[in-house]
């Protein structure tokens, strides 16, 4: 399996602040091939690139995303938190990180963020972005909101989707066609070999996460994991050149 995908997790994240811009080059810049991100939306509609529901933790402000405009939390810090030299960073929008993105062949795994808040439209709004740039066949749309994806489905049975869980599901290869989604983004210790061969012969591939460890790499590459979520795509790239890939 030469052709794992190296999915930088947040970005770079494990040494730049994540969901940034400087993380997200930076993931290339170690040979990244896939990046996941996460998006909520603003009280006024637009799309941004962030984790957390709330601004608190990697912002510095006191708000939920839903909760705030656009023109608010466009300024804010998002870069300190993580080291004063990315003093200048900005939560991106998605916009911004489909602009780095498009000129590169590489894979986009947008996770909506709507297992707390529903964030009415915000299937359509990814899509419809996602169509602008001409990117649907890079891009997979992962959620814990299961319904979520079969929404995105409904509306774009062309872009492949990923069903993120963390435990114990039985047969999810079964629940993964249930949906018609082409991905399991398991959390990894939900990952046997055993399973992703059976996925596979199902056509379900596993992008199991956030798999750190060198040694944990290569024992998901030899069991065939399709890609890989982690926090160091540097420590991946290293265990795939090592393998010759």
């Known amino acids: 399996m030469h052709n794992t995908i190296n999915i930088a997790h947040r970005g770079a994240s494990g040494c730049c602040p994540e969901n940034t811009l400087a993380a997200f080059q930076k993931a290339l810049d170690l ?23 709330s601004l608190a933790r990697t912002a510095g402000l006191n708000k939920l995303v839903k909760d705030t405009d656009y023109d608010e939390l466009a300024p804010l810090d998002a870069g300190s938190w993580f080291a004063p030299a990315f003093h200048s960073e900005r939560i991106p929008t998605l916009e911004q990180l489909l602009d780095l993105l498009q000129p590169t062949e590489t894979i986009l795994n947008i996770e909506l963020k709507n297992g707390i808040f529903p964030y009415e439209g915000m299937e359509e709004r990814v899509i419809a972005l996602v169509r602008s740039y001409t990117m649907e ?9 299961h319904y979520s ?6 509306l774009a049975p062309d872009i492949r989707t990923g069903i993120l869980y963390m435990e114990g599901l039985y047969r999810p290869w079964e629940y993964a066609a249930s949906l018609k989604a082409e991905a399991l983004h398991a959390y990894k210790y939900a990952v046997t070999p055993e399973w992703i061969a059976e996925a596979a012969a199902h056509g379900i591939a596993y992008h199991p996460f956030t798999v750190n460890d060198a040694a944990e790499m290569e024992r998901l590459i030899n069991a065939g994991a399709a890609g890989i979520i982690t926090d160091f795509p540097d420590r ?5 050149a090592r393998r010759g890939a």
């Open 31 to 53: 040979g990244a091939t896939g990046i996941e991100t996460d998006v909520q939306m603003t009280k006024d509609g637009r799309l941004v690139v962030i984790h957390d529901e």
């Open 137 to 145: 066949e890079r891009i997979i749309i992962s959620s814990f909101n």
């Open 149 to 154: 994806l079969v929404r995105c489905k409904q």
């Open 236 to 240: 991946l790239t290293e265990v795939l």
